[in-house]
């Protein structure tokens, strides 16, 4: 990936010089009655990757408190699998545009907007529509990034540190001598707590990954384990008292291990439900299977046993509960930690708009090792460029069938 950050000073002089004739150009559109397209990936309806197309679709009017971004890279994560499959409680109504984090450089800014000016370089999180050439959303939900910072970074931190930071800190109350159990350690969220903790002495990170992963996350964790043997067992030999913290993004029948693996005054968190994603589509099976081998709580058995168990959901958290200044306060902590060279986003590969369906399969695979990037401006391979036809934003196009993706070659950049 070529070096961003060289190059920055004259692609922010070159956003604002331009600016002038861009909104000139916008004025003089709206006057003639032309809408400004974009090119967005659009999920025309919830099921396999057959529902995912790139499409053309006019630009979002900026409104007042916002910020118009000029995207460069998108966020891509597990819960986007679970949107596209429906398998969220209370999903938007298709065709949307996915996608919850991006950067990018600020093209304009709306009215009562403080703090970030034309052309600035920033990461943002936005309640869908990342997936997409430009976005807008609230000024509280954007911050600057730093200037070594590349934008697929930057796309790569915002989600997965600051919900690592918040379960560690805000929720665990992470302090020197603890120890802490992650599932999917290979994953960025994964890689994003094992830094974390790195930053308290004497923390012990017992790592749960596939095989696969262990040869490139092992210096990341202390003790790291097979996901498909006996973990229990292992951890009991490594730690016979329990654990403190337990991160747990699977559910299922891992959810009443790990209340059982938590020493006195431990804390198990939730924070998602990948077991219940098995094929390409929502299985009503492996949903019943997850939510029965959930291990009911006894509040009086939390009591008897001091132990803590709790929720977490970033998202939620901006978007349904408000705490925009919590977040941007665990941000400025990150980011400073990031300019003392203590933390660093891992992207595991950079993916064209294109090349979503196999960006997508290769996280519903658990093949990567960090944060898989959609880069706005990466030109796809030309197997997968004929495989993302231009739509109407309905995504009216016939459908390929089901698994079609699966005999093509792909070939991603692997950082």
Known sequence: MAKEGADMTEETEYMIEQNVAKEAHNVESSGTGEAKEMRAVILSGFGGLNKLRVTKKTMPELQEGEVKIRVKACGLNFLDLMVRQGTIDNPPKPPIVPGFECSGIVESVGENTMGLEIGDRVMAFVNYNAWAEVVCTPVDFVYKMPDEMTFAEAAAFSLTFVAAYMM?????NLREGMSVLVHSAGGGVGQAV??????????TVIGIASCSKHAAIRDS?????DRN???????????????????????????GKGLSLLRPLGTYILYGASNMVTGETKSFFSFAKSWWQVEKVNPIKLYEENKVIAGFSLLNLLFKHGKCSLVKSVMDKLLCLYD?????????????????KEAMQRIHD???????????????????????TETSEAGEEEEEPEGDNDSKERMPFIH
Not at 194 to 203: D, E, F, G, K, R
Not at 229 to 244: A, L, N, R, T
Not at 367 to 382: A, F, Q
């Open 229 to 255: 043997v006996d973990y229990m067992q292992e951890i009991k030999k490594i730690s016979p008292e329990g654990v403190d913290i337990v991160l747990d993004c699977l559910c299922g029948e891992n959810t």
């Open 194 to 203: 094992a830094q974390l903790c790195s930053t308290v002495p004497n923390v």
């Open 366 to 388: 658990r093949g990567n090792i960090g944060k898989l990037i959609l880069d706005v401006e990466k030109t796809p391979t030309p197997l997968m460029a004929g495989d993302s």
């Open 340 to 356: 003392q060279k203590k933390i660093k986003p891992v992207v595991d590969s950079l993916w064209a708009l294109e090349e979503v």
């Open 221 to 225: 964790v202390t003790h790291l384990l």
């Open 168 to 172: 560690l800190f805000e929720v665990a």
